[in-house]
């Protein structure tokens, strides 16, 4: 069905879109934030970081984790919250100084609240949580609650949310480090962003309905295998495709094998794996792959691999770009179901929330 007959301003489009001013409105909250700066006076310096999360949450979690490793030098996990529940000698690892972060859109997830139950109260561990809703239990019952409400949204599925929170961690480190650089690379992402959210739509709704697939694969290293995560479940949920998501060079021990002309090979490329990664595209490429590349810098091997090209430039620091990375897979997600003729606004199977009844 030609995606023009189906362009409804759905939810999620529209968050997704929205993404500049979501950023630009939370970074305003932050600079007057007093939680961050009760949170730099209580944590000590040589804590291990914990993020916890579920689903795009977890996703975030990943890219979060490798943030604050990259941005304080600390070193920072990311575990799902059921991991917590179920392993908590695994996923807490007999750390000593965790400092565990908990991160929900809705605040109500039954397994991020009860990671947070077990830590405060079987661990003696204060927590920090960052969430969109102000009156659910996550913010009302953390240690340290960071709130973004401007990223909240309608859609079932996680779009600004994901981009806005994750900043919101990436200001957090930058405030605990003093890192005052880093925090007008952010500032400043929403302004370097606003063409691409001008140009990129209508070339990738263009490009969706020039393309029928049968599978995708999104890599990543580093910070942007979370990203590369998120636009693997952003397809599977919105578009009900079979996505998967892997570090970029791992795709070579094995999962290259699903390659053909029918399948997206989606590349985050970073700039400390630039050379690597651009060699596994070549590669791909060769192997008959459609591809869809999305960089900070554009040179003539990658324009000659990439059937699909974003190029989000990013003067400052590298973890400063990732927010700008994730909306072409969200938007890839959203016009593939929508030419699938479904309502990425009613995705198959999901809620917004997933509320369990008990955790045995
Ligand atoms: C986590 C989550 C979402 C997913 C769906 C169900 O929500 O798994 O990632 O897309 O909406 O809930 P939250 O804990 O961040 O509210």
Redesign the pocket.
Known sequence: MPLTQLESPTHMLREILSQPECWSECIRQLENDAVLHEIAANVPADSEWLFV?????YYLALSAAASFSVITGTPAQAVPASEVLLFPHIALAGRRRIVPVL???????TE?VKARDYLERERGIPTIAITCAADQSLAQTSHFPIVLSAAEEQS???TR?FSSMLLGLQYLAATLTENADFKQALKHLPRAAEPLFRDIPPRLRDFVERHDFDNYAFLGHGPFYGIACEAA?KVM?SSCSYAQSFHSLEFRHGPKSIVSAKTLVGFFLSDAGYAAEVDLLEEIKSLGAITFVVTPRVDSRVRARADFLVEVPMDGPECSRLAGCIPWGQLLGLYTGLKKGLNPDSPRN?????ILNEIP
């Open positions: 999360g579920c689903g795009t949450s991160i929900s859109r809705s605040g109500r997830t991020v079932t599925v996680m949310s479940l949920e999901l809620s917004q929330v997933v």
